[in-house]
């Protein structure tokens, strides 16, 4: 639908996780007769975007793992394909097959890893272990995870056409489904063997009752998404949180940004631009730099950004002008124009006659060692004093 790149093969592999089928039958196992009332069709909605959603569902008989098909306002295939499944903590991984059987139609697997969700893309010939197929691609969207079930939310794009099949998107259509109770051996990986389904089972089912306005349908997929990054920012503040408890310090959990994105035509103070947003002691980020980390305005020299330095961790360009940069290691780390981190004695901190190649500032505009504003470059020598003095502003 053009909200979301089709993944590659190497993509599922990769990210959105392959696995052999659950489907696949060994000689050693005997074939698992389908319950004798086949799950049927119902409709499920989701009003939490404001907009009712609403997914074609059906339950497995034994485990009692939920599916959810919705797919967009079309007449026949292609299509793109919404899956949420719904499973008990005890599954360790449920399937479906789009033709309704293991052998040459497409096979969906999705389980819980962690806090992750993997969905896979593989089909089989016959009844042997199906190989990755790269006709259908999954897109994880969100996944969720509490003590007494796992949901995933994914996008198919495939599964709707194969070979010389495709699916009724405006009724009935057979479809396969299996659970098992063993997680897959590596979860995290997109090969990872698979033990034998604890069940299976065959399902007439309604695809138009899962049928969602596209504009709503494009829209949902987007809000589905965007929850999952919600929760992983939510979950990388609440670590950086503790993180700076633990550390005693206030640091606050997301760095201020600097008050303009790009540096302006006309500059009345030369170094406002520079400046970060934030006081005190914490994070701040520099103008085109690395955030740093504490304190703010000054910390240890370093000859790529490092620690501390009006400019943020780097300054303009990261390590700087010419080497500890514009903000490297002190309010000049290695100096305007080269250097490093000024007097530390690693041969490139400005010579004694002040001939400089620590640049502008040398041992920093008060920052990497007895500098001060001349340091180590033009405004002579090596030695104590100087405009910052033993640290300059450069030093905390």
Known sequence: MGLLTTASLALALAGQVTMASPFA????YPRQNASTAPPQTQKYCDNSQGTSVCYSEFTAATSGTVYRLAIPQVQKAPFET?????????????????????????????WANGANGVASSRWATGHTPPTAYAGSSYSVLNTEVNATHWKVDAVCRGCSAWSNTTLNPNGVNKLGYATSKTAPATPSSNLSSIAI???????????????????TFDRYLLYLSSKASAAAAA????????????????????????VQSIAPTTILNPWAWLRPTATGRGCNRGFFGRYCTTPAYGGEPSSTGGVGGIGGGGGIGGGGFGGGG??????????????DAGDDDDGD??????????????????????????GGGRGGGRGGGGFGGFGGFGRH
Do not use: Y
Request: negative net charge; aromatic residues 6%; hydrophobic residues 35%.
């Open 235 to 258: 979950s990388a503040a609440a670590s950086a949180s503790s993180a700076a408890g633990a550390a005693g310090t206030d640091a606050p959990a997301n760095p201020p940004q600097p």
């Open 197 to 215: 389904h604890s069940e299976k089972g065959v399902v007439q089912h309604d695809l138009s009752v899962g049928k969602v306005d596209t504009n």
């Open 82 to 110: 919404l899956i949420q499944v719904v499973a008990p903590v005890a599954v360790g991984w449920a399937g479906l097959a789009f033709g309704g059987s293991m052998a040459k139609n497409p096979l969906a697997v999705v």
């Open 349 to 374: 901190d400005g010579d004694e006659d002040g001939s400089g190649r620590g640049g502008f500032g040398g041992g920093g505009f008060g920052g990497g060692g007895r500098g001060g504003f001349g």
């Open 25 to 28: 039958l060994h000689p050693i």
């Open 326 to 339: 514009f903000g490297g290691g002190g309010f000049g780390g290695g100096g305007f124009g080269g250097g």
